[in-house]
């Protein structure tokens, strides 16, 4: 976050600007801010030296972001630009002298800064400072209003803040011109992006505002000209504080905990029924010819012919929406209303048009004006709306379809679909119990027919190339949990994929018939299987699947999207939805785990130079506890009477836990309580080498231990997680994490149990393992709790500790993971 820094001749009017300024962001958000202002406390004047030190320390609090000065007039003019040649040329580059009014810019500057604005844009807010009171008085803004857009002479303007964690990508951006297009034509708007310079674009066209590649964190500027401009920048302020519809904030975390749990069913076609693999023989679809070889007519008759084209594929629309929300849910309802936004885009609607006038049918005008805005979303940086350029794709071919007289693609026969994309209107229309699975050439995993596809249980290989490149009748086979194809394969190596699709699905089907079943080993020990959660949501259907509770509520993940830190009030709440949820079983809840890759918007930390070895967890607090004090007093409020445990992450020495259990004391004094209320347990992640090597003496008077396992296995191996270049590095069955994982068991205090969650609880392959490792319980995402659980049932505790012993003596990970394949084949025969 970029710094400020206040040169003024008054010390005290410095500070009293300063402390306006903060009134208008929380307690604790906002930019670091230097004062460099009186010669002393009395004395008014400027220094030039005493500026040039408060830029210097500004600039490195900002870790680079850059330094904006604020100034009042004369001499602190002049001391501010003698400042900066004294500093370093690498320091004065990253520093901008802002013309604005002293504290009209500070105030703007201070908000737009907390909102996490760059420099220029901080800089430019704060030079149109003066716009509203200009307005207001009906005088002229002497500072030119800011930015304005061409063609909107006197416009009226609103910010809108994106704090979807997709940014403003297809179907938010077509929310934002659903409610644009309620005041058109009447009144105008377009919108930039303040924080990447991006825009001016119509507000009318979907894939223009989508390609303002607006991200969580940015700024967008709406500015509408005409009779109702004050209403429709209302209505879309509104849309912006709902997450333009794309957010859980902060209603959801908060939702009604007698919403029925998503139902489960083994039947194919049906949401939770994924096998993840399937086996036959290649399905092709008849493909659209190329449309420029169609003769072209009068201009005015392919236009008609467009026009005519794009009605009728709105109505096709509108029915596969309606379909998917009764089968599916209102999300994938709104990928349909998405597209059919997209299809009455004026963007691409006038780029073909254009090319009509110049001589191009109607379907060779449309293909090449879709294939532009899709280019254009490939160009983005974010990878999710790169992939958005699918749903452009998806709406062109179906209009194209339509002025070619190509019949919608059928898959008539059984076996695994081949295609080049998976689009959303195929995805709803597959026949479940034909097509076995479906792989594409070219999209990720975030495409929405992939994502509808996978809601209806059918297994998607996504991107495998010139791979898929096979005759139809070809045989195919593929596993979508490792990635692994196979074309034309030989009888061996077919019939071993065979075997794995039958033995998923006869697991599959065990599972669910017993998901509400404890997890009994057959000797007859329980393994409690619990659910890692994110909202109320996802708890309402781990309890759904049979969950034994939460073993790990990320409460920086229920709370991500929120722009400010939610009051003890609002946490109480949801951490009692979410009890309630479970009950009678425990729920677990994590305090802030901020830090690493999981940032909060309300929490205000430096930039470092590598976040994975710096303030995570606890940490975090150390300075500046008042958030994690707000959160341990609503734990203290939501646990009476409810079955409720508290974990502390990243938890490496004594002094982290004294720090955190003195905290714990004094927010149940804030609550009301002498003490943490009784029944409430206590216990720490055990995620850092050093608390695993001294997990006896940390654990002591703890009710329970959690190893973080995605954590622990980067810090023993000194490789991050999400690096995919450190993959062979980062592998959790090295016998070096195994040997910390026994460890932690065979040390703990006697009568504290040890549960395992991240993604080693989440597989099934491993749930033996770490039992045999001395693991208690395991907690998993939501929908792997009935396999797991099934997993579990299958041996017996003896035979899971000679599994662990013999792990334990291997020479890598890959002689692991040979021998889990020869203990699973054994069970399973078994």
């Known amino acids: 976050m970029i710094s400020l820094v206040v040169v003024a001749h008054s010390r005290p009017l410095a500070r009293a600007a300063l402390d306006l300024a903060r009134q208008m962001v929380e307690d604790g958000a906002g930019p670091h801010v230097e004062i460099a202002a009186g010669l002393d406390e009395h004395t008014l004047g400027t220094d030039a030296a005493a500026v040039a030190e408060a830029i210097d320390r500004a600039h490195t609090a900002s870790g680079g972001d850059g330094v904006l000065v604020l100034l009042d007039l004369g001499s602190a003019v002049l001391s501010a630009e003698m400042a900066l040649e004294l500093l370093d040329p690498g320091v004065a580059a990253a520093v901008r002298l802002s013309p604005a009014p002293l504290v009209e810019g500070l105030v703007a500057a201070l908000v737009t800064a907390a909102a996490g604005a760059d420099l220029a844009s901080v800089e430019r807010d704060s030079r149109a400072a003066l716009r509203p009171k200009a307005e207001h008085l009906g005088t002229e803004d002497p500072t030119g209003g800011g930015p304005r857009t061409p063609g909107l002479p006197d416009a009226m303007s609103v910010e809108l803040p994106v704090t979807g964690e997709h940014g403003l990508h297809a179907r938010p951006a077509a929310r934002l011109v659903s409610r644009v297009g309620a005041y058109a034509p009447a009144t105008r708007v377009v919108v930039r992006n303040l924080t990447s310079g991006r825009g001016p674009v119509d507000a009318l066209s979907v894939s223009a505002v989508a390609t303002l590649d607006a991200q969580q964190g940015h700024v967008l500027l709406a500015e509408a000209q005409g009779p109702r401009a004050q209403e429709v920048l209302a209505a879309l302020r509104d849309l912006a504080d709902e997450g333009f ?41 008849e493909t659209v010819p190329d449309p420029h070889g169609v003769s072209a007519e009068d201009p005015r008759a392919e236009a008609a012919r467009l026009a005519a084209a794009v009605e009728q594929a709105l109505g096709q629309l509108l029915e596969l929406g309606e379909r998917a929300g009764r089968n599916l849910g209102e ?114 995993a975030t495409g929405h027919g992939v994502l509808i596809a996978a809601a209806r249980g059918i297994p998607v290989l996504t991107g495998v190339g010139a791979r898929a490149d096979v005759p139809a009748g070809t045989v195919i086979a593929f596993d979508a949990r490792s990635g692994e194809l196979a074309v034309d394969p030989g009888p061996q190596v077919r019939a071993a994929f065979e075997e794995m699709v039958e033995a998923r699905r006869a697991e599959r089907e065990a599972a669910l018939h017993n998901a509400h079943l404890p997890a009994l080993t057959t000797d007859r020990v329980r393994i409690r299987v619990k659910a890692n959660v994110s909202s109320v949501s996802v708890a309402r259907l781990a309890a759904g699947l049979g969950a034994d509770g939460s073993g790990l509520v990320r409460t920086e993940a229920v709370f991500a999207q929120w722009r400010q830190a939610p009051t003890v009030e609002e946490q109480t709440e949801v951490y009692r939805a979410l009890a309630d949820v479970f009950d009678p079983h425990q729920v677990c809840i994590r305090t802030w785990d901020a830090g690493g890759d999981k940032p909060l918007a ?62 714990l004391g004094r927010a149940a004094r804030r609550a009301g309580l002498p003490d943490p209320p009784e029944g409430l347990e206590v216990g720490i992640m055990v995620e850092v080498p050093a608390a695993a ?67 080693m609880a989440g597989d099934p392959d491993l749930a033996g393992l770490l039992v045999g490792l001395g693991v208690d319980e395991l907690s998993t995402m939501a929908a792997g709790v009935p396999i797991v659980k099934q997993r579990l049932r299958s041996g017996s505790v003896a035979q899971f500790r000679e599994l662990a012993e013999q792990a334990l003596s291997a020479a890598d990970a890959a002689e692991v993971r040979a021998l889990l394949e020869r203990s699973r084949q054994h069970l399973l025969q078994g």
Not at 258 to 284: D, K, Q
Not at 346 to 355: C, G
Not at 364 to 374: G, L, Y
């Open 245 to 285: 519809g794309d957010l859980p904030v902060p209603a959801e975390p908060l939702a009604d905990v007698a919403t029925p749990v998503p139902a489960v069913s083994a039947e194919p076609g049906v949401a939770g029924s994924g096998l993840e693999a399937a086996v036959g023989p290649a399905v092709l679809l």
């Open 331 to 444: 999300g994938e309802a709104e990928v349909f209303t998405a597209h059919a936004t997209l299809l009455r885009d004026p963007e691409i609607v006038r780029t073909a048009q254009r090319l009509m006038d110049a001589g191009s049918s109607a379907a060779a005008a449309w293909s090449d004006a879709v294939t532009a805005v899709a280019s254009a979303f490939e160009e983005l940086a974010d990878p999710y709306q790169r992939e958005r350029a699918q749903d452009v794709r998806s709406v062109g071919e179906r209009v194209l379809r339509l002025l070619l007289g190509v019949k919608e693609p059928e898959v008539l026969d059984d076996g695994v679909l081949v295609v080049d994309e998976l689009y959303p209107a195929l995805a709803i229309s597959l026949d479940a119990s034909r097509v076995h699975g479906v792989v594409t050439r070219v999209g990720g």
């Open 602 to 663: 309300f929490i205000d930390r430096p930039t470092e130079a590598n976040p994975f070895l710096g303030a995570r967890g606890v940490r975090t607090f150390t300075s500046d506890p008042g958030l994690l004090l707000d959160q341990l007093e609503a734990v203290c409020r939501a646990a009476g009477g409810r079955s409720m445990r508290l974990l502390f992450p990243m938890v490496s020495t004594p002094a982290d836990l004294r720090m955190a259990l003195d905290l």
């Open 693 to 759: 090597l001294r997990i006896g003496h940390l654990a002591r008077g703890l009710d329970f231990v959690s190893i973080g396992s995605n954590d622990l296995v980067q810090y023993v191996m000194a490789a991050e997680r999400g690096n995919p270049a450190l993959a062979p590095w980062s592998d959790h069955l090295e016998p070096a994490v195994l040997g910390l994982i026994r460890h932690v068991a065979d040390h703990v205090p006697e009568g504290v149990p040890v549960g395992l969650c991240g993604a």
